[in-house]
């Protein structure tokens, strides 16, 4: 950078290089007043990866002044002087006399500025920080500007995208005008707050181009395809500033040390990209088909994108507004009721159910709290058109016309009811009443058709339809090897460290020094101790930042639990969800083996579960119920390995300050092969009580293991009964006490006493559904995580019905089986066995 400071600032400039100079560092960050930067000058941030200067996109010759990424320097995250280029390269960028920044061409006329009124500062400095955030501050280092609160076209993790608080719109991004060209473009990208807040395109006349759908809590609804969209939809989070209510969305990436940006591109499509070492990749496209534009199909009508033969289609109860326009395909005329409502003559109307929906635009908020009381509050009001009642937002009413739905497939099962005229519906009826008929006395043809066949030809339909069977599982097989993911690819590189002689990868993990962490945790003082288990003790720390920690230290003694300690390190610092415990680091040095966590102020699950009941209320148990499915479906299919934890139970979730379960201890956990569905162990390691059968017999072990053990968990939270609690009891299992309770029709006494009152039966009872399917004998007849969180997304999902579950691994009682010394696990009563199953 130009140094010709005139000022007494030159000598500490100087020294500040020097520094910078003797790191090794990758750049100067900082610009401050009285310097100059000129066109070939730039800003690294501290850690190298985002750079600020002069730039042209490519085949123009206009320079502008942006930041972009080091490693791919087209990738232009934001740009200063979007609409007033310069015209060679004489221009330069400097803090003016009055603390703003600003962007002078040849001429010395300025073509951009950071436009603070009256900073009247004569230090000013800005510096281009790690997350790619210009920060420009005041003589007192309060920043007074930012890049991230003025963004251009690109949204970046750490920025916040604001939700109005007056339910108004807010546009935050605009796009380029064309690929070579930065001006203000015609599409742009922000959020809208009234009826649960979405993301919003907008054209270039102000008109909704496309919307994600309202968010629930968790994700947006109203995009479809889970695995693509993946990190997407679980990476975005809603807060609030404590100060003023005002609210906003951030995004954390699942791997928060790999590159990702969105951004609206030219051509009005929001992208989001990673990047993967050599390129980008990228993982979200929107509007992605053209029934995700905006209203495709005019008002009252659904867009259904894999229907080729008619992509628009009027909801029951209407027709085309415009029939011969809508013939030749001009849809956007929509559609009209076919019967008026009765509602104003004083009578009731019907409503009907449309199942997996893109809800519509324009929603209200209601606050009741039951969906008898949104229909009731929809039914009550002649200008409410619809009603639904969402998991996660609750009542929504909607007044006018139905606008923008959309039929998506496979997420969320959201559904909604709108409002038709009787004659509508039973008009359906009747038709539907005589195909019944149609349809029983023709099969009832087919019926006797087929007895007779049967009795024919007894023995050669017999051997057929078993050909068939074995066919139907050879392509079953075929298509689970074909969803293979990356396996081998976590495995090599150059960063290895040694655990007793054995190379163990090691992937950005920090290595804390043995000391920090003595210091951390006053000595390992007695005092800190938060647990002991076989393996070794866990301290609560806290480092000189201030940042508490848990630290894990392996007994020096012990050769025990070396394997636990490789395997979780070389897990868990490649996976990151919000619902899995963080590994911060570890410490190797001489004898001395630690695992340092995040530090979980409300410890484990089990605390609660069986010690203190009623501080868990139904709201909070649903939630960590959720939490850990998610974090499981993560382990089982969303992260770059496939995992199976192998140990899950209760006091291997902690809890953190909200209450937000996290999975944690993957010691025992093995990483899935791609074209594996299931392995075989030796070595049957778990906890009795939580192992499923095929596994605890016969050392099978697949991700329907993990969802056994999630099926027990889920009861043991519904019910606060610890499932070992029943070994002496008549039912010897929390399973076996759990069916015959549903079995008998009394499935709401399964419930925890301290919570029955206040829980929601309709949703506790479709948890226990939900338990009892998981903890099935066959693997078969478990559903993938994948479908149980559907499930428990669901409002009211249609279950399959639940077998007698006959199996109880806790039926053989721990105490005839050897444990190896010392392998329990902190806090637990619950003893993690491990054993050589006879095989
Ligand atoms: C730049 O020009 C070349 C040649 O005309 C063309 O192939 C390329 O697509 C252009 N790049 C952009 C970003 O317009
Ligand atoms: C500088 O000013 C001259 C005369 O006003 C003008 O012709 C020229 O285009 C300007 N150059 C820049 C870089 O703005
Ligand atoms: C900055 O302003 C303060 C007060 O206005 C003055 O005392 C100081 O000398 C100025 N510093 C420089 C470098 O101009
Ligand atoms: C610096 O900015 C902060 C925030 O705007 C302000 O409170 C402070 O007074 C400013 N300092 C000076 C010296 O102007
Ligand atoms: C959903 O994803 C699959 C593959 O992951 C892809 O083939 C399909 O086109 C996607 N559907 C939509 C609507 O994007
Ligand atoms: C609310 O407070 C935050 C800082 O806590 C501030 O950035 C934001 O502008 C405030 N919003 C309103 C509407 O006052
Ligand atoms: C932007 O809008 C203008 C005017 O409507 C149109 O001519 C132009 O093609 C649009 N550009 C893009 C990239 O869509
Ligand atoms: C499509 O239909 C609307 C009315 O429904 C009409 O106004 C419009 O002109 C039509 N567009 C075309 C391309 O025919
Ligand atoms: C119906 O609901 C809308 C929106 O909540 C409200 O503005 C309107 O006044 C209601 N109408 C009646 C008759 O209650
Ligand atoms: C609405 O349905 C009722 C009951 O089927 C029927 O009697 C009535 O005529 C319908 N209203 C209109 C406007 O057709
Ligand atoms: C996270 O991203 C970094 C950088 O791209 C990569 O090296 C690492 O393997 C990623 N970790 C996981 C768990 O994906």
Redesign the pocket.
């Known amino acids: 950078m130009g140094t010709k400071n005139k000022n007494p600032f030159s000598v500490s400039s100087l020294i500040f290089l020097l520094c910078c100079l003797a790191r090794f560092c990758y750049g100067v960050d900082i610009i401050r007043q009285g310097e100059t930067m000129k066109d070939g000058d730039k800003l690294v941030s501290g850690d190298g990866v985002f750079e600020l200067g002069f730039f042209s996109p490519e085949n123009s010759s206009f320079r502008y002044v942006g930041i972009w990424y080091k490693v791919d320097t087209e990738a232009v995250v934001w740009v200063a002087n979007r609409d007033k280029p310069m015209v060679n390269t004489n221009g330069v960028l400097r803090i003016g006399v009055d603390g703003n920044l600003v962007v002078l061409d040849g001429n010395g006329s300025s073509v951009w500025w950071s436009g603070v009124p009256s900073i009247l500062s004569n230090t000013s400095f800005a510096r281009l920080q790690k997350n790619g955030n210009l920060e420009l501050s005041n003589d007192t280092r309060e920043v007074i500007w930012d890049s991230f609160h003025h963004p251009t076209d690109t949204f970046l993790p750490g920025m916040k995208l ?1 939700v109005s ?1 007056s339910m108004g719109e807010v546009r935050c991004f605009r796009s380029w005008r064309s690929a070579i060209d930065p001006s203000y473009g015609n599409y742009s990208v922000g959020t809208i707050a009234n009826g649960g807040p979405q993301i919003v395109i907008w054209d270039q006349s102000g008109r909704r181009r496309w919307r994600s759908g309202q968010w629930n809590g968790v994700t947006f609804t109203g995009i479809s395809n889970l695995s693509d969209t993946a990190s997407f939809l679980h990476g975005f989070k809603l807060s609030e ?4 209510g ?1 609210r906003f969305f951030t995004y954390e990436p699942s791997n928060s040390s790999a590159l990702s940006r969105f951004h609206i591109r030219y051509d009005g499509t929001v992208r989001q990209f990673r990047w993967d070492g050599k390129k980008w990749t990228k993982l979200l496209l929107q509007p992605g088909n053209k029934c995700d534009l905006y209203n495709h199909c005019g008002n009252y009508a659904t867009c259904d994108y894999f229907v080729s033969s008619s992509t628009c289609n009027c909801l029951e109860g209407f027709r085309p507004k415009f029939e011969d326009q809508w013939s030749k395909g001009n849809w956007s005329g929509g559609c009209e009721r076919r019967t008026e409502l009765e509602c104003q003559r004083g009578k009731p109307d019907g409503f009907k159910r449309m199942k997996c929906m893109k809800l519509p635009d324009f929603s209200n908020l209601v606050p009741v709290k039951s969906r008898d009381d949104c229909r009731q509050s929809c039914l009550g009001n002649c200008s409410c058109t619809a009603y639904a009642y969402v998991y996660g937002i609750k009542c929504m009413i909607w007044i006018g016309d139905l606008v923008d739905v959309q039929h998506i497939d496979q997420s969320g099962n959201l559904e909604f009811f709108y409002r038709l005229n009787h004659s509508d519906l039973d008009d359906k009826k009747k038709i539907s009443n005589g195909v019944i008929v149609i349809i029983s006395l023709v099969g009832a043809c087919f019926l006797v058709a087929f007895l007779w066949l049967l009795w024919r030809y007894k023995k050669k339909l017999k051997v057929s339809s078993m050909v068939c069977c074995k066919d139907k599982d050879a392509v079953v097989l075929n298509e689970s090897k074909s969803s293979s993911t990356e396996f081998s690819a976590g495995f090599s590189g150059p960063s290895d460290i040694l655990i007793d002689g054995d190379q163990v990868n090691r992937p950005e993990l920090p290595i804390f020094n043995f000391s920090t962490v003595a210091a951390a945790t006053n000595n390992f003082c007695e005092e800190n101790k938060l647990g002991q288990g076989g393996f070794g003790a866990v301290y609560k720390g806290k480092l000189p930042g201030g940042q508490e920690i848990a630290v894990k230290r392996l007994s020096r003694q012990s050769g025990q639990g070396l394997e636990e300690f490789k395997n979780e390190i070389i897990l868990l610092a490649k996976l990151q969800h919000r619902n899995l415990v963080r590994l911060l680091g570890c410490t190797i040095q001489g004898e001395e083996k630690m695992l340092i966590y995040e530090y979980m102020p409300n410890k484990s699950l089990d605390n609660f579960l069986f010690a203190k009941q009623a501080e868990l209320d139904w709201r909070t148990r649903v939630g960590i119920i959720e939490g850990i499915a998610r974090g499981l479906l993560y382990l089982h299919r969303d992260s770059r390995l496939r995992i199976i934890h192998r140990d899950l139970k209760a006091s291997n979730i902690l809890l953190d300050a909200e209450m937000n379960p996290k999975i944690s201890d993957f010691g025992m956990a093995r990483i899935f092969g791609g074209n594996q569905n299931e392995a075989n162990t030796v070595r049957v390691v778990g906890t009795y009580g939580y192992m499923s059968p095929e596994y605890a017999m016969e050392g099978l072990f697949s991700i329907k293991s993990d969802v056994y053990s999630f099926g027990v968990l889920l009861l043991e939270i519904v019910s606060g009964r610890r499932n070992t609690s029943f070994r002496s009891s008549e039912y010897t299992s929390l399973i076996a006490y759990a069916w015959q309770l549903w079995n008998d029709d009394k499935a709401m006494y399964i419930i925890d006493p301290s919570i029955r009152e206040s829980c929601c039966p309709k949703e506790a009872l479709k948890c226990i559904h939900i338990g009892m399917l998981c903890v099935q004998d066959s693997a078969m007849y478990r559903p993938t995580m994948a479908t149980v969180v559907l499930m428990l997304e669901s409002e009211a999902p249609t279950l399959p019905k639940v077998r007698q579950p006959t199996y109880s691994s806790s039926r053989r009682s721990i105490d005839d089986q050897p444990i190896p010394n010392g392998q329990e696990i902190v806090s637990s009563n619950d003893v993690t066995i491990s054993m050589i199953a006879g095989r």
């Open positions: 604001p608080l500033h404590d100060d003023n005002t």
